[in-house]
């Protein structure tokens, strides 16, 4: 029983939504589709997994277990009808930890401007601030989604036009406590590798770009963008390091799974489900469910640094396992 971390995929992130309704439709928008769903109506919630998939997706025609970047949506029966349900999107405390999801995109001043005909709102606009090549939108709940070019605003000026189906689910970030044990589990323990570092002393913080083998091998030292090498890929977990807070040993993020609930967990495919299991035993990992804990015998949790969640399953297209 062996296992191999250079075809793990980073498969989804997750986050809880108010009214499915709404949320898929608005990432329908941002032209994902749906790839899967499951009901669970005895303990009432279901689960939608969106991504991107027309014939110009990275992923298309894969089975969900065998892709990168799906955004996972969970919804609890009846938070549409309740009035005082609120999400935290992770950027306030309380609750602070995750930050955003972020998408690229073909053409990325006609992308925004296509958001903002339709009416949906931005926690940052490209003509905000300095930092002129990125945009945050909102979605219904109030995650901010990143949205960053595939191409360089100077080449994608004056272009009125921009294709959905050419966008990518490019990366999930959440904040870390400790740069040096967040960057040795995620390199060591879960087998990614470090693509990008973008250091910014001016302002005390740092930003690593993770990303399994199997992506990180395609993605170019330099790209047309000039400044961003990754964009036209998906599955990366971007760390945010704000400088000191490895030295307070009171300083916590919120893993958004206790209240005030939002961000749920990312989610590793792997090639061997109990290998894999077993390898992380090895490595003494903190578990929040081992595959032989409770009635899913099919699905494990492991705990980063920060208590973050990571969902461990089977890519179904490298081995079948029948549920135990």
């Known amino acids: 029983m062996s296992t191999d971390t250079s075809t793990y995929k980073f498969n989804h992130s997750m986050i809880r939504i108010k009214d499915p309704k709404k949320s898929v439709e608005y990432y329908e928008f941002l032209g ?14 279901s689960l939608y997994f969106m991504a ?34 609120k999400i935290t999107n992770g950027n306030s405390e309380p609750g602070k930890g995750f930050g955003h999801t972020c998408i690229s995109v073909d053409n ?46 100077e080449k994608t000026e004056g272009i009125k036009e921009t294709n959905p189906e050419t966008y990518r689910f490019n990366h999930t970030m959440i904040r870390v406590k400790d740069a040096e044990k967040s960057l040795r589990f995620y390199q060591k323990t879960m087998g990614m590798e470090l693509v990008r570092t973008n250091e910014n002393p001016d302002n005390g913080f740092n930003l690593y770009f993770l990303a399994y083998p199997s992506s990180a091998a395609s993605i170019p030292k330099e790209t047309a963008n000039g400044v961003n090498p990754r964009a036209f890929r998906e599955g990366l977990l971007e760390l945010t390091w704000n400088y000191g807070t490895e030295k307070d040993e009171s300083f916590k993020y919120h893993d958004g799974n206790s209240e005030p609930q939002g961000f749920g967990h990312i989610a590793v495919t792997v090639d061997d489900l109990d290998a894999a299991c077993s390898r992380f035993e090895e490595q003494k990992v903190s578990w929040k469910k081992r595959l032989t804990d409770g009635r899913m015998k099919n699905v494990a949790f492991v705990l980063d640094p920060d208590g973050y969640w990571i969902e461990v399953v089977q890519n179904e297209k490298l081995k079948k396992r029948s549920e135990l």
């Open 32 to 45: 994902m589709k749906q790839v899967n769903k499951y009901d669970f109506p005895d303990n009432k919630f």
């Open 52 to 85: 991107y998939d027309s014939p110009k997706a990275v992923s298309h025609g894969n089975h969900w277990s065998d892709r990168e970047g799906i955004l996972e949506m969970t919804h609890n029966y009846g938070s549409e009808n309740d009035p005082n349900f």
């Open 108 to 153: 990325l001043q006609a992308a925004c401007q296509r958001i903002e005909d339709a009416g949906y709102k931005f926690q940052k606009k490209l003509s905000d601030g300095r930092m002129r090549h990125i945009a945050f939108a909102l979605d219904p709940d109030g995650y901010w989604v990143e949205i960053i070019g595939q191409n360089s605003t």
